[in-house]
């Protein structure tokens, strides 16, 4: 099992435990009815496929026959199912919703629409789209472990070169949130990021130059750049490697930094050279990984914070 940051486990539960709270799950009713979770979502699951038998059910909402055998009795007494004898099977008794139970739905739905339609309105329009990803590969996650699927290395995240519309402000975005919290970082790093980023974009394309981003369903969540003109004398400047919090310990940062350093290696540079600071530990350790090592050291605010400035070198395996 990978070793995860207790802290970032933890930061999940307690934002799992909100979502559950703030949904209303831990109420008697659920959605503005009269009805537990369970068969609120039971007229869903039957709603969304018409018609299922109660083995069925008990298999989509993960709970024992038992406890589904008395909820679906309830809801047939209460008017909103009714159970019949398949044609084919006598044995199988479908459920389907009545008028009632379709009017039930109904307002069911218009309950959850207007309750997430509220809080996405809090939201900016990267945001939502962080939130869709990331409860939906999240969702998916909990359901293969339960299942007992065997984990999957990395999450499909397409890496794409050169420029793609809204990576300027994308990658701004993520260097301004992530250091900020790591390091305090403030307006002076982030239009720093935001100067050079956009400079770079209008010779990204330059053959000794490149730029790569990766992808989660249309959403940038990562960013490398290898700039070859800055520093001169065939030296070849990582710049801009950043991976979005949501994709994190995905393997994402190793594929970008793969990409880049293939990209150095063809293009015979003598060097390849980065800056960073103490303390990312993790960051780190990823270029060490890559083949980088630590050549200076030293206190410095070229980020408008005072840190411990590090530069590392990677001399490729052809010249070293």
């Known amino acids: 099992m990978p070793n995860y940051d207790t802290s970032l486990i933890d930061t999940i539960r307690a934002a799992s435990r909100k979502m559950v709270r703030e949904l209303g799950f831990m109420r008697a009713t659920l959605a503005a009815t009269d009805y537990p979770p369970s068969a609120v979502h039971a007229i869903m699951e039957i709603g969304a496929r018409r018609s299922l038998t109660a083995a069925e059910l008990a298999e989509f ?6 406890s589904i055998s008395r909820m679906v009795r309830k809801l047939i007494d209460a008017g909103d199912l009714k159970e019949t004898v398949s044609s084919g099977d006598a044995r199988a008794k479908p459920l389907t919703l009545t008028p009632r139970g379709r009017r039930t739905l109904a307002a069911i739905h218009a309950f959850g629409r207007q309750q997430v339609t509220s809080a996405m309105a809090h939201l900016t329009t990267m945001q939502q789209e962080v939130v869709v990803h990331g409860l939906t590969a999240y969702v998916q996650a909990l359901e293969d472990h339960r299942l007992g699927k065997l984990a999957t290395p990395e999450i499909q995240v397409q890496i ?28 002076f790093f982030e239009s720093q990021v935001a100067t050079g980023i956009a400079e770079f974009s209008a010779r990204a394309e330059k053959r000794q130059n ?8 249309g959403l940038i969540v990562g960013s490398i750049a290898i700039d070859g003109e800055d520093l001169g004398d065939g030296i070849a400047h990582l710049r801009w490697f950043i991976v979005d919090d949501g994709v994190r310990n995905a393997g994402v940062g190793r594929r970008l930094l793969t990409k880049a350093l293939a990209f150095c290696d063809q293009q015979g540079f003598t060097a390849i050279h980065l800056w960073t600071f103490q303390g990312l530990d993790a960051a780190r350790g990823l270029y060490e990984d890559f083949g980088f090592t630590l050549v200076e050291e030293r206190r410095g605010r070229q980020w408008g914070k005072e840190v411990v400035e590090q530069r590392f070198m990677r001399v490729p395996p052809c010249t070293s």
Do not use: C, D, T
């Open 160 to 187: 794409e070169r050169g420029y793609v519309p809204g990576v300027i402000g994308r990658v701004v975005e993520m260097h301004a949130s992530f250091y900020a919290r790591q390091a305090g970082f403030g307006q």
């Open 210 to 217: 490149g730029l790569w981003v990766a992808l989660l369903g």
């Open 61 to 66: 909402l993960n709970l024992e026959k038992s």
